[in-house]
């Protein structure tokens, strides 16, 4: 197998080349979320899928209380568990507030060209799962 190290707004590798991309818990790290879209697009075989698995955010009130969640609940069981105040959850409350909705990303990749796109909010409802195709063509 071949390890490539790169952001995923300039993925070094051919088109057409994936039949599916699996995206987990980074797709919110990503500095250009449309770029990376593109770029995801564009490495995946026509009829190829993406998923992405990160924070969930179904809608603005959902936000509220995720960010609540993200800045208590989390932070002090990572203390606990990690008994490091620097703990590497630490900026997770942060990267979630500026985190958007289902229907932001969805709208996002209908725009770079995904058909079938979905979202969903997964157990205990602080993740989401997102789906989407590259058209046949």
């Not at 500095?31 to 899928?49: A, F, S, Y």
């Not at 229907?103 to 789906?131: H, I, Q, T």
Request: some cysteine; hydrophobic content about 40%.
């Amino acid at each position: 197998a071949l390890y490539v190290e790169a952001v995923a707004e300039d993925i070094p590798l051919e088109s057409n080349l994936f039949d599916r991309v699996f995206c987990l818990f980074s797709f919110r790290d990503f500095k250009d979320k449309r770029q990376g879209l593109t770029e995801i697009m564009r490495v995946l075989k026509p009829g190829g899928q993406l998923v992405i698995c990160d924070a969930g955010k179904a809608n603005w009130l959902h936000g509220i209380f995720g960010r609540i969640y993200m800045a208590t609940f989390v932070q002090i069981v990572a203390r606990i568990v990690t008994k490091d105040p620097n703990h590497p959850w630490k900026w997770l409350a942060r990267t979630y507030t500026h985190y958007g909705t289902h229907r932001y990303y969805k709208a996002m990749m209908r725009e770079v060209g995904f058909s079938d796109v979905k979202a969903r909010l997964l157990f205990p409802g602080m993740s989401s799962r997102f789906k989407a195709n590259k058209p046949a063509n």
